[in-house]
């Protein structure tokens, strides 16, 4: 059976009404997300698919991901930057199909039908209070940034530990809207922004709005700027200031919309 006819098939078998599919397939089981194609979030089958390997199958995650992922649905800009990022390659529009061949093959479920995915690996400093975010401040907004990111502790084995990396949002007036911090030791998709707008989404239900500015530690990877300009109501009104970048930040969807300001002690 070619690939092609494998995948309608899977499709095809796991298809629900209202839903996008998202699978992948590794050592005989089927790995599979749906996303409701009516709910828009800063998420979609892809996201859920990928998050929820991290979240079920942490110690298998990285085997698992270097499978092709599958998808019925257009994939997105927050699609492509998630897999270029942690997995490694996406084939999108899968057509269900009844080819009435029979695919032995375990389907684990890693997620269906909400609107994100709770992660079990999000810091408890991600879950502060925007007011007591802010009594961070101390009269720079990169002071205020490396102030969250100093709360992760960095030990001799750097893979397991999270990052000293965050970022905030604030709207045109300065005033907080959201903040992330990196939690990516165990889920490699949690890095700074994705949980930024995901905390933004679960507490507001809207996208980043216009005008909004985003100060952060390090320049958003190619995952982060697609779901900062998927999640943003006019990319072209985004100031990003930043104090550092490397390799990973560079040829993202934001580079040529986005006002990308250098922070320097300011």
Sequence with gaps: MNEEVL???????????????????HRGKIYYAHHPQALVSPSSAVVTLLQGVFEKYIDHSFFILRNRIYTTSLPQHRCLGMVKVVAKRISGEIVPTDHRVEVVLEKMSVGAGQALLQSKYLSSENLWSLT?????????RLKWARALADLN?????????NRDIACLLVDKSGDL???GINTNSRNKTLHAEINMV????????????????????RKPCPMCAAMIYDWCENPESLKIYFAEEDKSSRRTVLDSVAQWIRLDND
């Design 7 to 25: 995948a309608q098939q899977i499709a095809y078998d796991l298809y629900q009404p209202g839903f996008d599919l998202a699978f992948v397939s």
């Design 153 to 161: 502790v960095r030990g001799e084995v750097l893979h397991d530990y």
């Design 198 to 217: 995901q905390k933004f989404f679960n507490e507001k239900g809207k996208k980043i709005p216009e005008g909004s500015e985003i100060i952060t530690t």
């Design 177 to 179: 809207l959201s903040y």
């Design 132 to 140: 007591k975010v802010a009594s961070l401040y101390e009269g720079s």
